[in-house]
C-alpha cells in the first residue's frame, strides 16, 4: 500500500493559500481528483513559478519533474496505483521505436515522440502505420496520438484529423503492444529504436531518480536538493523564417497557407504560419514526400490534397461512435 501523502499536501496547501487567499480546501481537494486534474495543477503551478512575481512564494516548490510531484503528493490516491511514476515502471520512453506484427494487413507500425502541439512543455507519442489505410474504419489513424489511461500500460489512439478517440485499443507488455479495436487484433513486436523527432536534448527524467528530498522542518514544502528537472526537453527550432509568397513552400517559409495546414493537422494551432521541422518530419512520415517529393516541399497539389482529405464520413463516424459508447 502506498505511503500516506496527506503530511505533505497540508504542506503544499498552505503555499498555494500564500499566494492565492481564495483558494479554499474543497478547491485544492478537487485538484486530486483525477489523472487529468491533477496534472493540469501541477502545470499551473510551474506556469506560477515561472512568472517570478515579487511577494509570491510559488518558489518554495524547487522541483519541477513531474514524477517528483506525483510520488510527493499523489501516489497514494486510488487513481494513481497504476501509473508509471508510482509503481516504478520503465520510463514511457521505452515504447518508442518500430514494430512488425502478426497481421498479413497492417505490417509495420511506429512509435516516435515529439512536442504536443498544444502544449511545448508536454512529450506527445504517436502511433503512425500507413497500412491503417486498408482498414476504413482506422484510415483515419494512420497517424494518431496516444493518450494515457489510469493503466500505465493500456493507452487509447486519438486520430489527429478528428476529435474521434479509440477507447482503450493498445495493451504494451515487455516485447511490444496489442492492438485490439472491434474484430481486429494485431500483435506488434518491437523491431528497433525510433530516431529521435525534435528531441536532441537528453531527457533528464529518464534517469534514476536519485533525488533526495530534505525537509527542514513539518510545516515546509519538500526542498530538492539537485538539479531541478523541466518538463520542456524539446529543443526549439531555430530554422531561419523567411517569407514565401506562393507555392512551392520549403523548410522555413511563412505563409498563411501554412498556418491553414498547420491548424487543420495539428487541433487549431498555426505554429506562427511557419513550415518547421515539426511539420516536415509529420508530413514525411506519413508518407507525404519520398521519391516524388525529395526536397520535401510543399507544393500546391499537396497542398489542396491535405487540406481538402475528408476527415471522416458520417455514416462511420456515428457507427464507431455507438461502439465506443457500449464499451
Do not use: H
Amino acid at each position: 500500500m502506498a505511503q500516506n501523502l496527506d503530511k505533505y499536501r497540508k504542506q503544499l496547501f498552505k503555499v498555494v493559500r500564500e499566494n492565492t487567499p481564495n483558494f479554499t480546501q474543497g478547491d485544492f481537494d478537487s485538484q486530486f481528483a483525477s489523472q487529468e486534474t491533477f496534472e493540469s495543477f501541477i502545470k499551473q503551478i510551474e506556469i506560477n513559478k515561472k512568472k517570478k512575481i515579487k511577494g509570491k512564494t510559488w518558489n518554495l516548490i524547487n522541483f519541477s519533474n513531474l514524477g517528483t510531484y506525483y510520488r510527493t503528493y499523489a501516489c497514494d490516491m486510488p487513481w494513481a496505483q497504476n501509473i508509471g511514476y508510482c509503481t516504478g515502471n520503465p520510463n514511457i520512453d521505452n515504447i518508442v521505436g518500430e514494430y512488425s506484427t502478426d497481421s498479413s494487413v497492417v505490417k509495420n507500425l511506429e512509435i516516435y515522440k515529439s512536442k504536443d502541439p498544444n502544449d511545448i512543455n508536454k512529450d506527445t507519442y504517436y502511433l503512425i502505420s500507413t497500412d491503417l489505410l486498408k482498414i476504413p474504419m482506422l484510415g483515419e489513424y494512420t497517424t494518431s496520438k496516444l493518450i494515457p489511461t489510469n493503466n500505465s500500460s493500456v493507452y487509447s489512439l486519438s486520430s489527429t484529423k478528428s476529435d474521434e478517440e479509440l477507447k482503450n485499443v493498445i495493451t504494451f507488455d515487455n516485447t511490444g503492444f496489442t492492438f485490439q479495436f472491434l474484430t481486429f487484433t494485431i500483435k506488434a513486436t518491437k523491431t528497433t529504436q525510433s530516431k529521435p523527432v525534435d528531441t536532441t536534448k537528453k531527457d533528464d527524467t529518464t534517469k534514476k531518480d536519485d533525488t533526495v528530498v530534505k525537509k527542514d522542518k513539518d510545516d515546509e514544502i519538500p526542498v530538492v536538493r539537485t538539479k531541478p528537472l523541466y518538463f520542456d526537453t524539446d529543443k526549439k527550432d531555430d530554422t531561419p523564417t523567411k517569407d514565401c509568397s506562393d507555392f512551392p513552400f520549403t523548410l522555413g517559409c511563412v505563409n498563411s497557407k501554412i498556418g491553414d495546414l498547420n491548424a487543420k493537422l495539428f487541433m487549431g494551432d498555426r505554429d506562427k504560419d511557419m513550415y518547421t521541422k515539426s511539420l516536415q518530419k509529420f508530413l514525411d512520415n506519413t508518407g507525404n514526400f519520398g521519391g516524388r517529393n525529395p526536397n520535401m516541399e510543399i507544393t500546391k497539389d499537396l497542398w489542396n490534397e491535405l487540406m481538402n482529405k475528408q476527415i471522416i464520413k458520417e455514416s462511420v463516424k456515428k457507427v464507431l461512435k455507438e461502439y465506443i459508447n457500449k464499451k
